[in-house]
């Protein structure tokens, strides 16, 4: 496969597995896959009328690099406008694609020289609303609501929150003035109607409607926080338009067609785990590949597992499922002989290897678009629709009738706990609870991850607040059950992967083992106008996924790690290093 202008790249393959790419590869070419997507034509992914009508609503990020390069100015003076304004700090409220993208942005690329101080709220444990609010003066503080739907449950409960407390710090102004502090980031019509305020908010900025949540990146929820970051949103956008160009391509180098093509193949052919290698700089880029892999492939019972994080190993420590993908760019030539070895290792022992390499000039907004297609034309190979989300609802309402029985009664359900060794208390679905041996912590983690399938692969669930200190501890228990099991290991923070993973765990090939991570709240903090805080909140979500997860013979263990995060990762590592041992 010969080198694409887009970006330096080698794909490593078995002999085998290479003719079936590339016979795959040339039908995509002879049936026109790439000028077809560009008309719009569903037939790609569909022969039902009512999906593809579905599907040809969903593709407006394919224009989105180029319709956005005329509001650059636009969006550069509203920046401008809140810098003048004394602003120095702004918080992105949003769950899933309305998050993921500025956290990319914002931990990727340095900041210019007028940008404001920008972080990221996803997490309703009240400990991470906190700290949210804590991080900056609300008194300076700029805060970005952004929801596709409008009617996102944690996104809304975040600006209940956050309204109230600038009323209360302005409660001798008008609610005009209050409401300087908030901007909407949004769909037309219901979606606006259903986010309260928006009549008093600095700005509304509306998205195309025809552009899902995780395909968003390059519109309104991207580069609004890009534009306060200071970023260079002509170059940024350049490079999105310029990759766009390249994926018109109706020919094998084709950037986003040979690339999906090759990570649809390779799942069919039992390669279903996508291992991420990326460059430290760019390693939140990551979690947004995660998302849009997972939530676009993850349904009727196949997809790809994205595995975001894991520091790489000798092959002896990996299955036959794997293929890995490593994204640097060409001046990082410490970082690739760093990995170097390790990939060649891997390649030798038969693993499919990609490598993307990307020149000077070449950044971010291409590598958004080049993975919106490649995911796109994975769906048509594995013959999916890459833009529905069909098992997302399952765990929100689980939620929603937890939170009215707890309205009703006052608490949530009684949970039957298998063992207690503190500060743990474990938790198991039915198989576990009907055959309980009351055995150590140890004892009942070394029966729960036997249930780990040959093919499968474990998914670690924190329902606690980000940290730096907790993704070190979820990293070492990451590395821990790899090399114990073999297996592949995916960690996310909840209630965010709900809205990302959370498709592919219960649509996907049902092969996930999962290990829930919930803790108490040393402080809770209210949601203003309900009856539940956040700390209810978060509780009624990890309680709603576990049912789902329950409901699909998913096997699940549930690990209460006490008041204490820390000390409870600490007795969590240890008692998976004597359950492994």
């Known amino acids: 496969m010969s080198n694409t202008p887009a970006a330096a790249h080698e794909l490593r393959l078995p002999a085998d597995l290479r003719a079936q790419v590339d016979e795959t590869l040339g039908r995509?070419?002879?049936?026109?896959?790439?000028?077809?997507?560009?008309?719009?034509?569903?037939?790609?992914?569909?022969?039902?009328?009512?999906?593809?009508?579905?599907?040809?609503?969903?593709?407006?990020?394919?224009?989105?690099?180029?319709?956005?390069?005329?509001?650059?100015?636009?969006?550069?003076?509203?920046?401008?406008?809140?810098?003048?304004?004394?602003?120095?700090?702004?918080?992105?409220?949003?769950?899933?694609?309305?998050?993921?993208?500025?956290?990319?942005?914002?931990?990727?690329?340095?900041?210019?020289?007028?940008?404001?101080?920008?972080?990221?709220?996803?997490?309703?444990?009240?400990?991470?609303?906190?700290?949210?609010?804590?991080?900056?003066?609300?008194?300076?503080?700029?805060?970005?609501?952004?929801?596709?739907?409008?009617?996102?449950?944690?996104?809304?409960?975040?600006?209940?929150?956050?309204?109230?407390?600038?009323?209360?710090?302005?409660?001798?102004?008008?609610?005009?003035?209050?409401?300087?502090?908030?901007?909407?980031?949004?769909?037309?019509?219901?979606?606006?109607?259903?986010?309260?305020?928006?009549?008093?908010?600095?700005?509304?900025?509306?998205?195309?409607?025809?552009?899902?949540?995780?395909?968003?990146?390059?519109?309104?929820?991207?580069?609004?926080?890009?534009?306060?970051?200071?970023?260079?949103?002509?170059?940024?956008?350049?490079?999105?338009?310029?990759?766009?160009?390249?994926?018109?391509?109706?020919?094998?180098?084709?950037?986003?067609?040979?690339?999906?093509?090759?990570?649809?193949?390779?799942?069919?052919?039992?390669?279903?785990?996508?291992t991420l290698v990326i460059e430290p700089a760019w390693a939140s880029f990551g979690a947004w590949l995660e998302q849009l892999i997972a939530e676009s492939t993850g349904k009727r019972g196949v997809g790809i597992v994205p595995v975001d994080g894991e520091t790489l190993g000798s092959p002896d420590v990996y299955g036959d499922d794997r293929v890995f993908v490593r994204l640097s760019r060409a001046t990082n030539e410490a970082w690739q002989a760093e990995t170097g070895a390790s990939l060649d290792a891997l390649a030798d022992a038969g693993a499919p290897v990609i490598d993307l390499v990307l020149d000077e000039g070449e950044g971010l907004g291409g590598e958004f678009f080049r993975w919106q297609f490649a995911t796109a034309v994975c769906g048509a190979v594995l013959g999916i629709n890459p833009f529905d989300e069909p098992n997302v609802t399952e765990s929100k309402e689980n939620t929603g009738r937890l939170l009215d029985l707890y309205r009703q009664t006052g608490s949530l359900p009684t949970e039957e706990v298998l063992v207690e060794e503190p500060p743990l208390r474990l938790i198991g679905d039915a198989p576990l609870r009907l055959t309980v041996a009351h055995a150590t912590a140890a004892d009942e983690l070394r029966r729960h991850l036997a249930r780990v399938r040959p093919q499968g692969y474990l998914s670690v669930q924190a329902f606690v607040a980000p940290g730096a200190a907790r993704d070190a501890a979820l990293s070492d228990i990451q590395q821990l059950l790899r090399d114990g099991t073999g297996r592949p290991v995916t960690v996310g923070y909840g209630p965010r992967f709900l809205h990302s993973t959370g498709q592919l765990h219960k649509g996907g090939p049902p092969s996930g083992c999962f290990i829930q991570l919930v803790a108490d709240h040393a402080e809770d903090v209210p949601i203003p106008g309900r009856h539940e805080t956040f700390g209810m909140l978060i509780d009624a979500q990890a309680l709603g996924d576990f049912m789902a997860l329950e409901a699909h013979d998913l096997p699940v263990l549930r690990v209460h790690l006490g008041t204490d995060v820390g000390a409870g990762l600490a007795a969590l590592q240890a008692a998976l290093s004597q359950a492994l041992g």
């Open 28 to 274: 995509s070419v002879s049936e026109g896959w790439v000028d077809r997507i560009w008309r719009r034509d569903a037939s790609v992914w569909t022969d039902d009328e009512r999906v593809a009508t579905s599907i040809e609503q969903r593709l407006g990020w394919l224009d989105a690099p180029v319709d956005f390069r005329d509001r650059v100015e636009v969006l550069q003076a509203f920046a401008e406008g809140v810098r003048a304004e004394g602003f120095d700090t702004a918080l992105v409220c949003g769950m899933g694609g309305s998050s993921m993208a500025p956290e990319v942005l914002a931990r990727a690329l340095p900041a210019g020289a007028a940008g404001l101080r920008l972080a990221v709220l996803d997490s309703t444990d009240p400990a991470a609303v906190h700290s949210a609010v804590a991080s900056g003066d609300p008194l300076s503080a700029l805060y970005l609501i952004a929801t596709k739907s409008g009617t996102t449950s944690e996104t809304l409960a975040f600006l209940a929150h956050l309204w109230q407390l600038e009323d209360e710090l302005h409660d001798d102004i008008p609610a005009q003035t209050l409401g300087q502090h908030f901007v909407a980031i949004t769909d037309p019509g219901r979606s606006l109607e259903h986010v309260p305020h928006t009549d008093l908010f600095r700005s509304v900025f509306l998205n195309p409607p025809d552009v899902g949540g995780r395909y968003s990146a390059l519109t309104n929820v991207g580069l609004v926080p890009a534009a306060l970051l200071d970023l260079d949103l002509h170059a940024l956008i350049d490079d999105a338009v310029l990759m766009a160009e390249r994926c018109r391509q109706p020919e094998e180098r084709n950037p986003g067609l040979w690339l999906g093509v090759a990570l649809g193949v390779l799942a069919r052919a039992g390669r279903d785990k996508l």
